[in-house]
């Protein structure tokens, strides 16, 4: 599927809910991404679900919409993120969070 082809409701249905790129994360100075254990506070941990998903960015200015474009730049979002599976991309070598 190209790039171009997702639509809104499809680009969302990607997300595979594990719930990562809601927990606080931390850069070294090399660029090492830490995740912590510290989940957004609208995070559900036991189901990794938003309890706030439909107006998510409008009560958490924290919150990233997640695009093509940034998928592709992100280098804490894991490789089986289902954004990046779904737009084939990987996270360089050497840039794994830990």
Not at 45 to 65: A, Q
Not at 91 to 96: D, L, T, V, Y
């Amino acid at each position: 599927m190209d790039k171009t082809d997702f639509d809104s409701m499809e680009w969302e249905a990607l997300c595979d809910q594990c719930g990562l790129c809601c927990f606080e994360k931390i850069e070294d100075d090399s660029g090492t991404i830490f995740f912590t254990a510290t989940p957004c506070r609208y995070l559900d941990v036991v189901t990794r679900r938003c309890r706030i998903y439909v107006r998510r960015f409008e009560i958490n200015p924290d919150c990233i919409r997640l695009t093509e474009a940034l998928v592709t730049k992100l280098n804490w979002l894991h490789d089986d993120c289902g954004y990046r599976k779904a737009l084939g991309c990987r996270r360089p070598p050497g840039n794994k969070g830990k």
